[in-house]
């Protein structure tokens, strides 16, 4: 994600946009920048790596003004934090500049055609493409350049545009998000509602296809196509602060109800044309390895563990998550055939950094599965699957879970392609079960009030036991950390087949469990495990599947969710564990987004 922020009107413009800038933060904060001008006269650029900070630094010693202003912060996804990435982007005349939000897909080869026709590059992005393709198209009305421009980009974006002989911006709409605000005489447009409350709360949301042309007495809307769309005028009622939650209580249910959109960005471009295979962008070579080491801490570590099992089941090499902190001082084996994949939403957590570090000193390859551009693991691995979740500002991780998890499912139907596991139809089947994920989120997001008896059941009691079976056992582990971090209950999780050797005797009316059990190879084994909970008086929460019709019937209450490949359940059960959290949380009068003792990123050892 990125925050955008444009206005145009009487005013000098680039401290309005600045403004705006620093209350889109949340957003994005590795770079930042914004172009100035009035009609007529030159733009001017001023941009800058690292946070809002910086920039506003840098416009003290270097001051903007002009009636028009364009601003970006960025969270990068290609090309590194730095001055040269940060936004805007300029034509090569410096007539035209952009700012954009989102992911081109096929930036590569439009920018191997371009460069073929004479295009200098001056930044590592893929947005800088949508400038050359403008430059190219401008045959003087910019809103039609614009358009054109569009027409040959595949991919995800909120995109501004501005010519320096107008008073006005040029503003696109595909999945990114856009709003414009209409004010007396100006108009602002901006990604969210924050940056735009202190001016006006009349607004436009722009939607998927809009092409909006923004003046100082408004806005005309039109689609791909050109024709003319009417527009709604909404009045905002949220206050500032609920507004940096796009009217969400908090920021932790934001980004759970945020995650079927971030898998469709962990996916966004890495589905092989073939429909077989999935495109990655490394350089590591999967049939080099014999061993695979995932490095990781909490949440991160468990989704290390779905992983671990992805890789072993569709690649069929060995794979193990070792708790950072621990395998950074046990002396670890590792060699030139092991590759290590460290695991991280933040990218600064030292234990992993540091075990990473031992991992390399062994002779490891290395692989990180991020979230933060330009962050201390980014920099210090071979290679990067980035996850793309956006800013993860909840401090129990949610989102950035979900699609660690995904990523792993990339990583394990690469290597299986790759090592000859998995033929192209097994490939084919995985992807297009894989693309299925994003909707089965939805689905189960849509059935949110069916947490709320369950969450009243624990928000009575001292400690729950969480169990799963296979891939689940991560699952039982995550959600068991999330009761913790959110509600302060202790929770802990087991296998469940591992109950009956010890924990079974924490089981009485007050320690309920709570068994994530999507329909799998093991239902049998763990109903029985479930009756043993119920013998001792025990009550059980079940997470099962829709098509699974005899688990319920051994549960006290029972939470559905769409039915999936059991490898691919871990995605889907996340929902109502995380929902549970919150619900729990709530009830209890938790400070969910930043709970007592938690830090979001842990850099000390
Ligand atoms: C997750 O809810 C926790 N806040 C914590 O376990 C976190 O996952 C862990 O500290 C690792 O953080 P990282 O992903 O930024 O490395």
Redesign the pocket.
């Known amino acids: 994600m990125c925050g955008i922020v444009g206005y145009v009107g009487p005013r000098q413009a680039a401290d309005l946009v600045l403004d705006g800038l620093r209350r889109l933060e949340y957003r994005g904060y590795d770079s930042a920048g914004i172009v100035a001008f009035d009609p007529g006269g030159p733009l001017a650029v001023v941009k800058r790596a690292g946070k809002i900070a910086v920039l506003e630094e840098a416009l003290k010693r270097s001051p903007l003004s002009g009636r028009v202003a364009l601003g970006h912060t960025r969270w990068a996804t290609h090309g590194r934090p730095s001055d040269g990435n940060a936004h805007p982007h300029l034509t090569e005349d410096g007539r035209v500049a952009i700012i954009h939000n989102g992911i081109i897909e096929n930036y590569l080869p439009l920018r191997a055609r371009l460069t073929a026709a004479g295009h200098t590059f001056a930044s590592e992005t893929d947005s800088e493409v949508l400038a050359h393709l403008i430059e190219e198209h401008d045959r003087g009305d910019l809103a039609d350049a614009v358009r054109a421009a569009l027409r040959e980009v595949d991919g995800a974006f909120a995109l501004v545009a501005a010519r320096q002989d107008a008073s006005e911006l040029v503003a696109a709409r595909a999945t990114s998000p856009m709003v414009v605000g209409l004010g007396e005489g100006e108009t602002f447009i901006a990604s969210d509602v924050p940056a735009l409350l202190p001016y006006t709360r009349r607004v436009v949301f722009l939607q998927d296809g809009d092409v909006a042309t923004v003046r100082p007495e408004g806005v005309e809307v039109t689609d791909l196509d050109g024709r003319p769309r009417e527009v709604t005028v909404e009045t905002i009622d949220w206050d500032a602060e609920a507004a940096e939650k796009g009217g969400w209580p908090h920021y932790m249910i934001k980004e759970i109800y945020e995650q079927p959109a971030v898998l469709q960005n962990t996916f966004g471009g890495r589905f092989a044309e073939a429909g077989d295979d999935v495109l990655l962008d490394l350089d590591l070579d999967p049939t080099e390895f014999d061993r695979v080491v995932i490095l990781?801490?909490?949440?991160?570590?468990y989704a290390g563990l779905v992983g671990e099992t992805l890789l072993e089941r569709l690649a069929r090499i060995p794979a193990e998550v070792e708790v950072a902190s621990e395998f950074r001082y046990r002396h670890p084996v590792v060699n030139e055939r092991t590759l290590a994949v460290a695991?991280?939403?933040?990218?600064?957590?030292i234990d992993?950094l540091e075990a990473l570090r031992e991992a390399k000193r062994g002779g490891a390859r290395t692989l990180g599965i991020l979230?933060a551009k330009g962050s201390s693991i980014a920099r210090e691995v071979d290679d990067v699957l980035y996850i793309h979740a956006g800013p993860e500002i909840g401090?129990?991780?949610?989102k950035?879970?979900v699609a660690m998890v995904a990523a792993f499912a990339l990583l394990a139907v690469r290597f299986g392609r790759a090592r000859g596991t998995l033929s192209s139809d097994e490939g084919r089947a995985w992807i297009s079960e894989l693309r299925r994920t994003p909707g089965l989120l939805e689905e189960a997001l849509e059935r949110h009030e069916h947490v709320h008896p369950v969450a009243e059941a624990l928000a009575e009691v001292r400690s729950v036991l969480y169990l799963g079976r296979g891939i689940n056992v991560a699952s039982a582990y995550e959600g068991a950390?999330?009761l913790k971090?959110i509600s302060y209950l202790h929770a802990e999780a087991y296998p469940t087949g591992e109950m009956k050797h010890g924990p079974i005797a924490l089981i009485d009316a007050d320690t309920p469990v709570v068994a994530v059990a999507p329909k799998g190879a093991l239902q049998a084994k763990t109903i029985s495990n479930l009756q043993e909970v119920r013998a001792r008086d025990g009550r059980v929460y079940a997470i099962v599947s829709d098509n699974d019709s005899d688990t319920a019937a051994h549960a006290d209450l029972t939470l559905r969710v769409p039915a999936c490949r059991e490898l691919l359940s871990p995605l889907v059960v996340a929902v109502p564990m995380q929902l549970l959290a919150y619900e729990v949380g709530l009830r209890l009068g938790r400070d969910v987004d930043q709970p007592r003792n938690?830090?979001?990123?842990?850099t000390v050892e």
């Open positions: 990781a801490a909490g949440t991160a570590s695991v991280s939403q933040s990218g600064e957590t992993t979230n401090v129990a991780s949610t950035a879970y950390l999330k971090e938690l830090a979001k990123s842990v």
